[in-house]
């Protein structure tokens, strides 16, 4: 069975310093994982996928992530944040690619930004 | 190419009641699946919808129930509506063989 966990439900960073939030998965088939953003009443959004290949994962908004098998985690980072990165992040697994069903979602972690 | 649309935004209903909940996904999408996000559960899968044929199946009563029409535009029912079911209910498409979820904006529905 998959799933993921998100550590901190809540992170608070100033405006400009790295922005860390981490999830670890758990997962019997090599899982394919995501990570996506929910503004305020919005629906949620991808910023970036781990399927195959290159570990490093880039995505939008200048977000990334790192795939370590060995620590079974996939943090997501941004070197200098944003005040209009505030929101909600979910770390979500997949074990079937070719579906979109029945993904997995971590329990969110709400990132606020200080001035 | 527009995106997941669902309607209505936004609900209320009364205990008991009935509600249909509508999603259009994005064009060329066949794949459809419903989630519940309420602050309590988190985001929780409700089922997926191909080719009008239910594929997959979370773990929820009944009274939760979907269809897909032809041109991959998809409805789901919540009969016997209780307070529990107040939630944001969220619509994904996605293009056959990819597991990449495209989301709608989700429909906040209120049970009173």
């Known amino acids: 069975a998959q799933s993921v966990t998100q550590l901190g439900s809540h992170v608070s960073v100033s405006e400009g310093a790295l922005v860390l939030l981490r999830c670890n998965y758990s997962?019997?088939?090599?899982?394919?994982l995501f990570w996506y953003v929910q503004y305020p009443n919005q629906g949620l959004q991808l910023l970036l996928k781990?399927?195959?290949?290159?570990?490093l994962v880039k995505g939008i908004n200048g977000f990334e992530a790192e795939f370590k098998k060995s620590e079974t985690s996939f943090h997501l980072t941004k070197p200098s944040a944003h005040m209009s990165d505030a929101a909600e992040y979910f770390c979500?697994?997949?074990?079937?690619?070719?579906?979109?069903?029945?993904?997995?979602f971590g329990s969110g972690t709400r990132l606020s930004i200080r001035p | 190419k527009a995106g997941v649309t669902q309607t209505p935004r936004y609900l209320i209903k009364t205990r008991g009641q009935q509600v249909t909940l509508s999603c259009s996904p994005i064009?060329?999408?066949?794949?459809v699946s419903w989630y519940q996000q309420t602050p309590g559960q988190g985001l929780q899968f409700l089922f997926e919808?191909?080719?009008?044929?239910?594929?997959n199946k979370g773990n929820f009563p009944g009274r939760f129930s979907g269809r897909q029409f032809s041109n991959s535009r998809s409805e789901m029912n919540v009969s016997t509506l209780e307070l529990g079911d107040s939630a944001l209910y969220l619509c994904?498409?996605?293009?056959?063989?990819?597991?990449?979820?495209?989301f709608g904006q989700g429909t906040r529905l209120t049970v009173v």
């Open positions: 979500a697994v997949s074990a079937s690619y070719g579906s979109a069903s029945k993904i997995i």
């Open positions: 997962s019997s088939v090599p899982p394919y």
């Open positions: 781990y399927t195959t290949g290159a570990t």
């Open positions: 064009s060329g999408h066949r794949s």
């Open positions: 994904a498409s996605s293009e056959p063989g990819t597991s990449e979820a495209f």
């Open positions: 919808y191909f080719s009008e044929t239910q594929r």
